[in-house]
């Protein structure tokens, strides 16, 4: 029975196999591996702490509960990185379209129920949650990266933050090779771009 | 009056400009002032525009003009992949010497170098303490042997303690039901046994009778007696060793149908 050690140091392919046998500790070491990783990704695609929490928690409860589904020929970074963008796109795609309803939602017909149902622009308190927030997120490059629409900003973070490469990101997005460089160079000239005042 | 239809397009002006215009077209000409004002204005413009003065450039348009050509000599601009590869360190030496001759290129291929240097030295966020036991209490380990199966039960009644009163509860009620009825067993030990007798007669009793009762009615029918004439040993063994094999043919049989197909048979499939 292998212990703590030679989990640190085993392959994520390894930890996998044990975690099918039903093995608690390799569950908690690939949480381990890649908590960080996974909730930085979301963090930056959804920019919001709680939310990302929650989402990155979706993330390794779907990811673990179908081990048994995971094929041992990718890596696993690639299909946990595949799971997390996946449901952040998908928070953001369903964030769209309530944001259509900002003046009130779609059945609210009196003047009261407009007030009440619409988006309270600019009202977020400063919390401590928001201001650990404005500080993570609030350098030039992190404001940049924010204003990216989201297919880019997950391929740029998937390029350059966690180093895979065009290949992985194009199978893990399941987009042409061609589309995720395309995407990557129009990212990186937009961030160019964006951040020309500080070079000046 | 002219057909409006048969003025002259701008294409056959041209045309006549030229002197190309055919003979049938040009005489149009003759008989419109329309087209024949349009035509000699159009002349007339022509002719003002070949007099007109030809302007001599600067002294520096030659030394400009080969600036420009020293850069188009340097080669074609970096390509975005170019751009990537320059960044990763693995353009080819011929290419990179285009940076030493195009400060456009040397400008952007710095700005995406520092670009990216910055992307790649962005820090990981850290979720709240606690974040693995959070995911750990909603995920299902997979059960493979009787320890997993117990530490699964473990996990999932600590999930719920009300489960566990449920469990402790259901465990209680059959436990004390189990206990009473071996110390009522215990205690009355003569009535268990008499009664197991008396269970046993019974039994005994009633197959008994319904052999009797079976063999009876069989003797009454019609045909019995020339059945059991019919029935010799001999004819009996004859009997049961068809019956065997037809059963024997008839399992062959069933198994060939039931075969799965071979390689050759699958790969002949569509």
Redesign the interface.
């Known amino acids: 029975m292998a212990d703590e050690r030679d989990l640190i140091s085993a392959t994520d392919q390894e930890i996998v196999a044990l975690a099918?046998?039903?093995r608690?500790a390799a569950?908690?070491e690939l949480?381990?591996r890649y908590?960080?990783?996974v909730?930085?990704l979301v963090?930056r695609m959804v920019r919001d702490r709680q939310l990302?929490?929650d989402l990155?928690?979706e993330t390794?409860?779907k990811a673990?509960?179908a081990?048994?589904s995971y094929r041992p020929e990718f890596k696993f970074s690639s299909w946990i990185f595949k799971i997390a963008n996946n449901a952040a796109i998908d928070h953001l795609r369903r964030r769209e379209i309530d944001t259509l309803s900002i003046d009130g939602a779609p059945h609210a017909t009196t003047a009261e129920d407009i007030e009440a149902t619409a988006l309270q622009v600019g009202d977020k308190g400063e919390t401590p949650l928001a201001e650990l927030e404005a500080r993570?997120l609030g350098t030039a490059?992190?404001r940049a990266i924010g204003r990216l629409r989201p297919e880019y900003r997950s391929c740029?973070?998937l390029r350059?933050?966690e180093?895979l490469a065009y290949e992985e990101i194009a199978q893990l997005l399941e987009l042409p090779l061609g589309t995720v460089?395309t995407y990557i160079?129009r990212a990186?000239h937009e961030?160019?771009d964006m951040?020309?005042h500080l070079?000046d | 009056m002219v057909d409006a239809a048969s003025h002259l397009t701008n294409d056959e002006l041209d045309a006549w400009l030229e002197g190309r215009l055919p003979q049938h077209r040009s005489s149009h000409l003759e008989t419109c002032d329309l087209c024949r004002t349009a035509a000699e204005e159009t002349r007339e413009v022509i002719l003002q525009l070949g007099r007109l003065a030809k302007a001599a450039p600067s002294i520096s348009f030659a030394d400009r003009v080969m600036a420009r050509v020293s850069l188009s000599q340097a080669g074609e601009h970096f390509s975005p992949e170019e751009l990537d590869l320059w960044v990763s360190g693995v353009l080819p030496a011929e290419r990179q010497q285009h940076l030493q001759r195009c400060s456009r290129c040397q400008t952007v291929a710095d700005a995406e170098r520092v670009l990216v240097m910055r992307l790649e030295a962005l820090p990981l966020f850290d979720p709240q303490p606690g974040f693995a036991d959070k995911v750990m209490e909603r995920v299902d380990l997979p059960v493979t042997s009787l320890a997993s199966a117990w530490r699964g039960f473990t996990r999932s009644a600590a999930r719920q303690p009300m489960n566990i009163g449920l469990a402790a509860g259901v465990a209680m009620l059959l436990g004390g039901s189990l206990a009473a009825s071996a110390a009522w067993a215990a205690a009355n030990q003569d009535v268990i046994t008499g009664a197991g007798t008396w269970m046993v007669g019974q039994a005994q009793q009633w197959f008994w009778q319904a052999a009797a009762i079976g063999t009876a009615l069989l003797e009454r029918q019609s045909w019995y007696g020339a059945a059991r004439a019919a029935l010799t040993p001999g004819r009996i063994a004859a009997l049961a060793a068809c019956a065997a094999l037809a059963y024997a043919g008839g399992v062959a049989l069933l198994r060939r149908l039931l075969a799965l197909p071979g390689p050759q048979t699958a790969r002949a499939l569509p």
Do not use: C, D, T
Request: proline share 2%; glycine share 8%.
């Open positions: 099918r046998e039903g608690e569950y908690r949480i381990r908590e960080r990783p909730f930085s963090l990302a929490e990155a928690q390794f409860i673990l509960n081990i048994g993570e490059i992190e740029i973070m350059h933050v180093g460089k160079h990186r961030l160019r951040l020309a070079r």
